[in-house]
């Protein structure tokens, strides 16, 4: 049972536009506070954006101002708009949702990834 599922990457000049999807279940989506997350070449996992359940957000410095992140609850779909691309934000982009849950405490799912890369 797939919870996650992302899509967009893909190859972009530098100073380019993209857009990633993350699908998540009906259930999930309704529940969890959601984020994007990104790995590049030997390099740690870095938080990119959040985005609560009640629509607050948040962005790491290096993407302030360039990144949006949404969701869409009609369509139970997570959003990363990015924009002014660098060649720095190469790297296999992954979305992760975490839903509390009253007797279980948190549910946390991570979807497949999805490959950005920005190079002319």
């Known amino acids: 049972q797939v919870e996650l599922v992302e899509s967009g990457g893909g190859l972009v000049q530098p100073g380019g536009s993209l857009r990633l999807s993350c699908a998540a279940s009906?259930?999930?989506?309704?529940?969890?506070?959601m984020a994007w997350y990104r790995q590049a070449p030997g390099k740690e996992r870095e938080l990119v954006a959040t985005i609560t359940n009640g629509g607050s957000t948040s962005y790491a410095d290096s993407v302030k101002g360039r990144f949006t992140v949404s969701r869409d609850t009609a369509e139970n779909t997570m959003y990363l708009q990015m924009h002014s691309l660098k060649p720095d934000d190469t790297a296999v982009y992954y979305c992760?949702?975490?839903?509390?849950?009253?007797?279980?405490?948190?549910?946390?799912?991570w979807g497949q990834g999805t490959l950005v890369t920005v190079s002319s």
């Open positions: 992760y949702a975490r839903a509390a849950v009253s007797v279980e405490g948190y549910v946390e799912r």
């Open positions: 009906r259930r999930l989506f309704r529940l969890a506070d």
